[in-house]
């Protein structure tokens, strides 16, 4: 089959679906691979690169390709381009796409990777979200310390004692691990929060300090309960109020704050009001990594450094993996690759098959049909 991997449209987005490396595994598996010219520049492989593994360098890499892969959907007129009957594998974003009934009535079949099931093991080598999320956090802390004006590690010098940074990272799923790893690696004391009371043991293993809210008997049990799926819970009201107070006292306190936390298909929580963030030091600083959909601090803005009137930096970066864009696309080309061989059966036959539970939580639109339900 024709594989096609088309030039990113988004602003900003500087990775690529699939690397030399994939593409070497795609041409030995027996398909043809075509690569839009320049497509891969920004994340430092070349076109080059892709031809000398067997690739075809194209000004269009959606003529006459039976799949599609992308880091982003197709958006626009780009989804013009594409056949009916063609698969297209990206990252959707469903709950907020409006144009997914275009892909339905085009008679594309879409998968968005987002939708991976994350309870299932075999699941894991394909899950975007991690790998992404993975980048992420390790790269919020450096982006933070280069606005930070000062050092992260305790030193002793002759002319006094320099103090470690206090970083609180909030949110401890894939993203704030890194985070916490990277900051104790440069020489910081660590703080952590999560609504998952199970996290209290994975942050104290890298060296952080567990921010402990009380919980009933309750709590604890409907946290336990959506643990189990891999995601948060939803606390009550004087839950709330318990972790409002520990979150205020320690992000005053902090240099370097890192908010991690995202929803499926909802705005991000409010995590740290502008009465909280009035109180931090001068010079302190916050990077938002949900800044892209309505943000965890108050003030944050997408692509904005926003300085408060006390001299509190907030850093609203989008899409943080693009920056590190060379690692993000060998990642998630392999995440791509991985799920595209279960599209194939031991024949290496193409198929769709919906009763595959991997492949049914990704379909979003198939044989003209819409399956995705927001709701």
Request: charged residues 20%; proline residues 4%.
């Amino acid at each position: 089959m024709q594989i096609g991997i088309p030039m990113e449209t988004v602003a900003g987005e500087s990775r690529v679906a699939a690397t030399p490396e994939t593409v070497k595994k795609l041409v030995g598996a027996g398909h043809s691979v075509v690569i839009e010219k320049d497509a891969g520049v920004q994340a430092a492989y070349l076109n080059d690169a892709y031809t000398q593994v067997g690739a075809t360098i194209a000004d269009d890499a959606y003529q006459g390709s039976q799949i599609i892969l992308k880091v982003r959907a197709p958006q626009g007129d780009e989804i013009s381009k594409i056949s009916a009957n063609t698969t297209v594998i990206a990252m959707f974003d469903p709950y907020r796409n409006t144009e997914l009934e275009q892909f339905a009535t085009q008679q594309i079949s879409a998968f968005a990777l987002e939708l991976l099931p994350r309870t299932l093991s075999r699941a894991q080598n394909m899950d975007v979200l991690s790998s992404q999320a993975n980048l992420s956090g390790y790269k919020s802390v450096l982006l933070a310390a280069n606005e930070y004006q000062r050092m992260f590690p305790m030193l002793m010098t002759a002319a006094g004692t320099v103090k470690p940074a206090r970083v609180v990272v909030m949110g401890v799923g894939v993203a704030g691990l890194q985070a916490i790893a990277t900051a104790k690696r440069l020489g910081a004391v660590v703080e952590a929060t999560d609504l998952r009371p199970t996290a209290k043991d994975q942050v104290e293993s890298l060296g952080g300090k567990w921010l402990d809210v009380p919980m009933s008997e309750e709590e604890q049990q409907r946290a336990a309960d959506a643990a189990k799926n891999g995601y948060g819970w939803t606390p009550g009201e004087q839950y709330i109020k318990d972790q409002a107070a520990i979150v205020d006292k320690a992000v005053a306190n902090a240099d370097i704050v890192i908010t991690t936390a995202l929803l499926p298909g909802r705005n991000a929580p409010r995590l740290i009001k502008a009465e909280t963030v009035a109180k931090m030091k001068a010079g302190s600083v916050i990077l938002d990594m949900a800044v892209e959909t309505g943000g965890n601090v108050e003030g944050s803005k997408v692509n904005e450094t926003v300085t408060t009137a006390n001299g509190v930096k907030i850093l609203g970066v989008p899409n943080i993996p693009a920056t590190v864009a060379t690692e993000a696309s060998a990642l998630y080309a392999r995440n791509v690759f991985n799920f595209l061989e279960t599209l194939f059966d031991k024949d290496k036959n193409f198929l769709i098959n919906q009763e595959d539970e991997i492949q049914k939580a990704l379909l979003v639109t198939h044989g003209g049909t819409l399956l995705f339900k927001r709701g």
